[in-house]
């Protein structure tokens, strides 16, 4: 599936909670899906629905597509651990998803876009696969000519502001980051059930 590019907080409405990843709003204008018949009293949720709804939440708030997004799931099975510690770990280890939590970006597709262009280095190199998995101890930092760029220099100025997990060191002034320990699935910055989405794949894997 190519990755979503429709109205944001639509899919915000729908899911019923605000996907940091996905917009700046703090919150829903509106808190009931979107249609005609959006704000009408609804019955109550099927086991499915509610697994599927957990699911879509992380999805659209890291920005995975679905054929990625049960890959990870796959993957997060196959390691030692829980299954839903391992899946947050793996998406909060995303190199746009960083580059987001370092303050460097108001949203994950903003960061997404700046490791495209080429704007972000890793360990002193040139990395701009979004999906580029950060380890224990690996430096990130944003090229010399971007730092140059009114917007580069803006979102500096905001990011020393910005209030960043634990796993994460920044310095505003060298515009250089680290990833100092391993994702701490608690500091993931929206409410879900984890366990949900790994038990709305369970039969698929």
């Known amino acids: 599936m190519a990755r979503y590019r429709g109205p944001r907080l639509k899919v915000c409405r ?41 699911k879509q939440k992380l999805r659209f708030h890291y920005g995975v597509g679905e054929k990625q997004f049960k890959r990870y799931v796959a993957e997060a099975t196959r390691r030692k651990g829980p299954t839903g510690k391992n899946l947050v770990s793996m998406l909060e280890s995303r190199l746009d998803n960083v580059v987001w939590r370092l303050g460097l970006a108001p949203t994950i597709p903003a960061a997404r876009q700046m490791v495209v262009h080429g704007h972000i280095l890793i360990n002193g190199k040139r990395v701009d696969r979004p999906s580029y998995q950060i380890k224990e101890g690996t430096e990130i930092s944003i090229r010399a000519k971007s730092k140059e760029k009114p917007f580069i220099q803006e979102r500096l100025e905001q990011s020393a502001s910005r209030v960043r ?10 515009a250089t980051g680290k990833m100092v320990v391993p994702p701490d699935p608690a500091e993931i910055p929206l409410d879900v059930n984890t366990q949900a989405v790994i038990e709305f794949y369970s039969q698929q894997l």
């Open 14 to 54: 729908a899911l019923g909670t605000v996907l940091p990843g996905m917009t700046t709003v703090a919150t829903l204008e509106r808190p009931y899906p979107p249609g005609e018949h959006g704000g009408r009293r609804r019955g109550k949720l099927s086991d499915y629905r509610i697994r599927l709804v957990e």
């Open 165 to 174: 997990p634990s796993f994460l060191e920044f310095d505003p002034a060298a």
